[in-house]
Every structure is written in structure tokens, then in C-alpha cells.
């Protein structure tokens, strides 16, 4: 099985849509060509999505906490598992900007009922918690959370 389902024509598309900011049609995309195992696109289609949004939002912003806390909060308030996932992926760039709303995020995307969802979840974290160790000591008080 291929380990990528986007096409030059979809790459394209994404990246026309980037480029506006028009981040919930790149969900419609990836809908499209989201697999039965885990009710997504495959990692690496999403992984190229998140990169070039990052590298987008570094390359056109004056304020690019504030834009990845924006984009993907915007994201994390989608049905769709692949929004969370790639909204997730966004958020905790945006931590310096809101700490208070980006726990939030985190602790809400943490407990989706979607596994591959909790574990982009848990990538967040690490890499929150690398750039930001203040957050040590919030992420241990979440330890005793009722979620898994």
C-alpha cells in the first residue's frame, strides 16, 4: 500500500489554499482521500501539510505564535480527525502566546475519541512542553485526569 495518497494536482490545490489561508478547504482535500484504518489521510500527507503551513505562516508573519495559535484553533474546532490532527500540530506553536487557551486545546484534543487524534494529542505535548517547561508541572496535575 502506498505510504501517500496526495497528488501533484492535490499538492497544488493545498498549497494555492495555504497561500490564502484557507485551511478548511485542505481539510476537504485530505477528506478525500482519508483511509479506513484510521479514518484519516496517511501521515505523511499530513505531515506535508503541517510543514508547509509552518513554513508559510514563518515566512508571511509578523506574529507567528499568535497565527499558529489562530490557524490551529481554528482546526481543533472541526468534526473532522484530520483537522484536530493537523490543528493540534499547529497549536502548541502558538503556547507563548496563550499558555491558558492552548492547555485547553490540548487537554480537549487529548480526550477525542479517536486514538490516532489522542496521539497527535501526545506529540503536542512533547513538543509544548520542550519549548515551554513551565508546562511541566500542568502536564503532571493532568495525570490524574479521568481520560486516558
Known sequence: MKDRLLTLKHKKEILKFIEEENYLSIILILEKIKTSHAG???????????????????????????????????????????AKEIG?????????????????????????PNWEVREYAGSAFANALYDNPDLYKIILAWTKHPSE
Do not use: H, M
Request: charged share 40%; hydrophobic share 35%.
Open 88 to 112: 493540534i500540530s499547529l497549536v502548541w506553536r502558538g503556547y507563548k502566546t496563550k499558555p491558558e487557551k492552548v492547555n485547553e486545546v490540548l487537554l480537549k484534543i487529548a480526550d477525542d
Open 40 to 82: 484519516t489521510a496517511k501521515t505523511k500527507d499530513k505531515r506535508f501539510v503541517i510543514g508547509e503551513i509552518v513554513k508559510s505562516v514563518i515566512r508571511k508573519s509578523k506574529n507567528y505564535d499568535k497565527d499558529f495559535f489562530d490557524a490551529g484553533s481554528l482546526l481543533c474546532k472541526q468534526n473532522e480527525d484530520v
